[in-house]
């Protein structure tokens, strides 16, 4: 059984920080592009950054380039994202996913295992 486990969102102030993870289990962690998204209130999920399977390519919306970083740690079947500098705009949930095999992709459906999410929330 695949399972996706989101952690470390909480509620922050504007300019502040936070790193979240997402753990799995029950896939070939190593095999898997990764990548995560998040759903604003009332908004579409969209695509935040995306990391290959030995993390030395990633891929990042424009509205946390700079800002986010995404990395992984295969020994740990572990993906984080760590964002600084962090905005009310950035305020959803933040779900990670496993991409189906292919190049790294920005759309959801390209992505077959989602975990539950963790929320974040940026107060300004």
């Known amino acids: 059984q695949v399972q996706l486990v989101e952690s470390g969102g909480r509620l922050v102030q504007a300019g502040g920080s936070l790193r979240l993870s997402c753990t799995t289990s029950?896939?070939?962690?190593?095999?898997?592009?990764m990548g995560w998204f998040r759903q604003a209130p009332g908004k579409q999920r969209q695509f935040v950054a995306v990391?290959?399977?030995?993390?030395?390519?990633?891929t990042y919306a424009d509205s946390v380039k700079g800002r986010f970083t995404i990395v992984r740690d295969n020994a740990k079947n572990t993906v984080y994202l760590q964002m600084d500098r962090l905005k009310p705009e950035d305020t959803a949930v933040y779900c990670c996913?496993?991409?189906?095999?292919?190049?790294?992709?920005?759309?959801?459906?390209?992505?077959?295992?989602w975990g539950q999410g963790t929320q974040v929330t940026v107060s300004s």
């Open positions: 990391i290959s399977r030995n993390g030395d390519t990633t």
């Open positions: 996913a496993s991409q189906r095999p292919g190049p790294l992709s920005q759309e959801e459906t390209d992505y077959g295992y």
């Open positions: 029950g896939l070939t962690f190593s095999r898997y592009i």
